[in-house]
């Protein structure tokens, strides 16, 4: 399942999630499809496809201490449309 995040923190933080973004390594089950940085600072996007809950779990708590995550599971706008379609919506 596809997941597009939106990060957010705080300036005071700004040190410590480039610390964070240092060490990133996805875990088992979650593969990085792109990634963005907001260039007026204080947030991060990123698409991903993830496995399972855990994997989805894993990813995003090590982040928890220093940012707020808003996660949104997504679907490219075609699929969606073919899927409304075939509900007769």
């Known amino acids: 399942m596809l997941f597009f995040d939106i990060s957010t923190w705080e ?8 610390e964070h973004f240092k060490k990133l390594k996805p875990p088992a089950g979650i593969k990085v499809i792109n990634q963005w ?3 007026n600072g204080g947030r991060y996007f990123i698409l991903y496809e993830a496995e399972n809950e855990k994997a989805y779990a894993e990813f995003n708590i090590p982040w928890s201490d220093i ?3 808003e996660s949104s599971p997504v679907m490219e706008s075609t699929e969606f449309i073919k899927l409304m379609a075939s509900k007769g919506i």
Request: proline letters at 7%.
């Open 37 to 39: 940085m907001d260039l």
């Open 67 to 69: 940012c707020k995550i």
């Open 11 to 18: 300036p005071k933080d700004s040190e410590a999630v480039i």
